[in-house]
């Protein structure tokens, strides 16, 4: 399948975004302070361009250790960085075995030690995990059960959530029950379930019916206008917010595939949009780190920076997600590739065929 370059390009949006509430966190700024609808953003990308692309055509064990390549290098890296400049105050030898092997978002404390943006690597990692039992299952769905897929999940996280505040939240503590809905990955799964549906659809060729496109406009359309008014009165229970958004973040990813296939062009699918959206991936790894590293050096916290040096520490980090990028994240990408692939490679040249036929 053809890459969407309008994607990719989200993708750095969405990084921008969490970048930006980090930022300027302490402020408190209307619609800014909901930059971690971006992490809602990245996991229904994540299922519907894995699955857009058939990336567990080749076998699971190719996929992950394709998966693998594109995200140990930069998160071992900015793990060993972190481990020397402490950002976050929880750290220990256990959270960052936990965090080396992609399993900090398993616990609450561990979730938010070293470079606390990597709790999103983790549910990711388990994501992985699941991708070729959930391509292969949902592969046989039928339209209907694809969009009843997508409606059910987008209902029945909020239902969760409220249920798990309501129990959790209230009779043992507020900060576990905010772990399990925002952190714990079974918890978002929902979200990157919807993604791999909706990249089925679109290659199923579906194309939504009036009363559908209504209703998802509506519920847009609601959803927005409601996380809105939420956060100005600065009631912004993270979960709801997510929930009321998710519409938006579907008609945003679905829109936007559509428009490049019919071969609508838009800022977008600008080349220079694009590669900002290649380099999303390093941005959001680095770009904590180095408002902490800013913030050690004033003696302030990395999201209770001065709003001035908001600006020019973001900008920093975007010099150093490009180093990133080009030392480090590709790089790396393409070795481990290349000695997996030749891994592959030797058993089959070692092989009796393969040996009776050499001349």
């Given amino acids: 399948m053809r890459r969407l370059h309008s ?10 975004a969490v ?26 990308l994540s299922g519907f361009v894995l699955t857009w692309a058939d990336t567990t055509q080749a076998g699971t064990g190719v996929f992950l250790r394709n998966r693998f390549a594109k995200l140990f290098p930069l998160s071992a890296a900015t793990l060993a960085i972190a481990a020397l400049v402490t950002v976050a105050p929880n750290t220990n030898s256990i959270y960052f075995l936990q965090s080396l092997t992609l ?16 709790w ?39 239902v969760m ?9 209230v009779e043992v503590d507020a900060g576990a029950a905010h772990f399990v809905t925002y952190d714990f990955p079974p918890y978002r799964l929902a979200e990157f379930v919807i993604g791999v549906a909706l990249a089925l659809l679109l290659k199923s060729g579906h194309t939504p019916s009036r009363t ?70 390093s941005y959001y790894m680095v770009h904590y780190l180095v408002l902490g590293s800013v913030a050690l050096a004033i003696g302030a916290g990395p999201q209770s920076l001065p709003w001035w040096l908001v600006p020019p520490a973001l900008i920093a980090a975007a010099a150093v997600a490009e180093l990133a990028y080009r030392y480090v994240e590709k790089p790396c990408e393409r070795a481990i590739r290349d000695l997996f692939a030749r891994q592959r490679a030797r058993p089959l040249a070692d092989s009796p065929t393969s040996l009776a036929q050499t001349p």
Avoid: C
Wanted: glycine share 6%.
């Fill in 7 to 16: 994607l990719t390009s989200l993708r750095f949006v969405a990084a921008a």
């Fill in 19 to 44: 970048a930006l509430m980090h930022g300027f966190g302490k402020y408190r700024l209307p619609v800014v302070d909901l930059g971690f609808v971006g992490v809602s953003f990245f996991f229904v």
């Fill in 103 to 118: 399993t900090q978002a398993w616990g609450p404390m561990s979730s938010s030690s070293f470079n606390p943006v990597t």
């Fill in 120 to 158: 999103s690597l983790s549910a990711e990692a388990f994501f992985y995990l699941l991708l070729p039992v959930l391509v292969k299952v949902m592969r046989r769905f039928t339209v209907r059960e694809l969009v009843g897929t997508v409606v059910f999940l987008a209902i029945l996280q909020p």
């Fill in 161 to 169: 959530g409220l249920m798990i505040q309501l129990t959790l939240g």
């Fill in 212 to 281: 559908i496109q209504f209703a998802a406009a509506a519920a847009t359309t609601a959803g927005l206008m409601l996380a809105l008014i939420a956060d100005l009165l600065h009631v912004t229970p993270w979960w709801a917010m997510e929930a009321l958004m998710l519409p938006a973040v579907v008609v945003l990813i679905w829109t936007s595939a559509r428009r490049e296939l019919s071969g609508t062009n838009s800022l977008l699918t600008h080349p220079r949009m694009v590669a900002l959206g290649d380099r999303s991936f």
